[in-house]
């Protein structure tokens, strides 16, 4: 891979996936799972910095905004072009981590103080979904043509890994989300494969792609509770599956639902989450998808675009549309109220 030096940012609505948590530190900071190594074990490990930034890239605007949570505001704003995908932000480093798709697929290191591009990677393809791990000091990044998994070392600025995803069947459109679980294990939706894949770092990056064949499309999919399963939704038919690692099996369909998207785990109350509709949330029982709770977000916004719940938190974080602007609000999951908000203007 070739470093680069040409400046440029670009745009997207998503959330970011690191634990970017501060202000009240009892209500909204989760503490993250100690991942020990066996030469190290008699150490309690440190957990990670609490973030006192956190950065929001809006398709509105075409802007990257860096929000102050000591004070619930804007701090900075970026310019952003339209082939950036998703970021990452690292709290140690103060690094913004920037994935480019097309025409010009790369990685590249912001420093949000100086607005400067201190470092650039050239990517074979399209990168389309990255994330960074917080005690491994890691970023995971994939790309369009699921035939590239990258590991970037956050604290060498290296690349220290690249290994083949999904070289059998490979269709055009590739990974398109990545999301945490268990264990320092990581779960893909494939979009139009009408699949999802597992894939576990820790023992030599072994994968295992479960295709669901009464799906169109799946977009979203998250762990389950204890990693055996996983929630994946089809947003073409509205449906929201539970479906077992290893067989296969479909143990649990929800159909007919109202544009499902963002569904997400709640540990706290074993709870499955997703948006529904223009702007409701939806609980459901874990194995049973039994309506458990429903909330209307409306007096808020006019559309949930993306909500997230952070492995372990009692907030969710969620962008909405309210005429024409950005939100960015996080909300006490346990009653629903609002703890912080942030028009992105």
Same mark, same amino acid.
């Given at each position: 891979?070739?470093? $680069?030096?040409?400046?440029?940012?670009?745009?997207? *609505?998503?959330?970011?996936? %690191?634990?970017?948590?501060?202000?009240?530190?009892?209500?909204?900071?989760?503490? =993250?799972?100690?991942?020990?190594?066996?030469?190290?074990?008699?150490?309690?490990?440190?957990?990670?910095?609490?973030?006192?930034? !956190?950065?929001?890239?809006?398709?509105?605007?075409?802007?990257?905004?860096?929000?102050?949570?000591? @004070?619930?505001?804007?701090?900075?704003?970026?310019?952003?072009?339209?082939?950036?995908?998703? $970021?990452?932000?690292?709290?140690?480093?103060?690094?913004?981590?920037?994935?480019?798709?097309?025409?010009? =697929?790369?990685?590249?290191?912001? #420093?949000?103080?100086?607005?400067?591009?201190?470092?650039?990677?050239?990517?074979?393809? =399209?990168?389309?979904?990255?994330?960074?791990? =917080?005690?491994?000091?890691?970023?995971?990044? *994939?790309?369009?043509?699921?035939?590239?998994?990258?590991?970037?070392?956050?604290?060498?600025?290296?690349?220290?890994?690249?290994?083949? &995803? !999904? %070289? %059998? #069947?490979?269709?055009?459109?590739?990974?398109?989300? &990545?999301?945490?679980?268990?264990?320092?294990?990581?779960?893909?939706?494939?979009?139009?494969?009408?699949?999802?894949?597992?894939? /576990?770092?820790?023992?030599?990056?072994?994968?295992?792609?479960?295709?669901?064949?009464?799906?169109?499309?799946?977009?979203?999919?998250?762990?389950?509770?204890?990693?055996?399963?996983? /929630?994946?939704?089809?947003?073409?038919?509205?449906?929201?599956?539970?479906?077992?690692?290893?067989?296969?099996?479909?143990?649990?369909?929800?159909?007919?639902?109202?544009?499902?998207?963002?569904?997400?785990?709640?540990?706290?109350? #074993?709870?499955? %989450?997703?948006?529904?509709?223009?702007?409701?949330?939806?609980?459901? !029982?874990?194995?049973?998808?039994?309506?458990?709770?429903?909330?209307?977000?409306?007096?808020?916004?006019?559309?949930?675009?993306?909500?997230?719940?952070?492995? @372990?938190?009692?907030?969710?974080?969620?962008?909405?549309? /309210?005429?024409?602007?950005?939100?960015?609000?996080?909300?006490?999951?346990? #009653?629903?109220?609002?703890?912080?908000?942030?028009?992105?203007?």
């Amino acid at each position: 891979m070739k470093s $680069i030096r040409t400046l440029s940012i670009t745009t997207i *609505i998503v959330s970011l996936l %690191v634990l970017s948590c501060s202000g009240d530190q009892e209500r909204e900071s989760p503490e =993250p799972e100690q991942l020990v190594d066996a030469k190290t074990a008699s150490e309690p490990a440190a957990p990670p910095p609490r973030a006192d930034r !956190h950065y929001v890239l809006d398709e509105v605007t075409r802007t990257i905004y860096e929000i102050d949570l000591e @004070k619930d505001e804007i701090s900075n704003r970026f310019e952003a072009k339209d082939n950036l995908v998703c $970021i990452a932000y690292d709290p140690v480093k103060r690094m913004l981590y920037q994935g480019f798709g097309a025409p010009d =697929p790369a990685l590249k290191l912001l #420093n949000p103080a100086t607005a400067e591009v201190v470092q650039a990677f050239e990517f074979p393809e =399209p990168v389309t979904a990255m994330l960074f791990h =917080p005690i491994k000091r890691c970023l995971y990044i *994939i790309s369009k043509d699921s035939t590239h998994f990258m590991t970037f070392d956050c604290d060498s600025l290296k690349m220290v890994e690249s290994f083949p &995803l !999904h %070289v %059998v #069947n490979r269709g055009f459109v590739g990974p398109i989300s &990545l999301s945490p679980g268990p264990g320092s294990r990581l779960i893909t939706a494939n979009g139009d494969r009408t699949s999802f894949s597992a894939i /576990y770092p820790d023992a030599g990056y072994q994968m295992q792609t479960i295709t669901n064949s009464l799906a169109d499309r799946i977009d979203c999919a998250v762990f389950a509770f204890d990693g055996t399963a996983a /929630y994946s939704c089809d947003t073409k038919k509205g449906s929201l599956f539970r479906i077992q690692f290893g067989s296969g099996e479909i143990q649990t369909q929800l159909d007919s639902l109202d544009r499902p998207r963002s569904v997400q785990i709640e540990v706290n109350s #074993n709870t499955v %989450v997703v948006v529904v509709g223009r702007n409701d949330v939806l609980m459901l !029982h874990p194995d049973t998808f039994t309506e458990t709770g429903r909330i209307s977000l409306a007096d808020h916004g006019d559309r949930i675009v993306h909500l997230e719940i952070p492995p @372990k938190a009692n907030f969710a974080e969620v962008l909405m549309t /309210y005429k024409g602007v950005t939100r960015w609000l996080r909300f006490d999951i346990r #009653n629903w109220e609002v703890m912080r908000l942030v028009e992105l203007i």
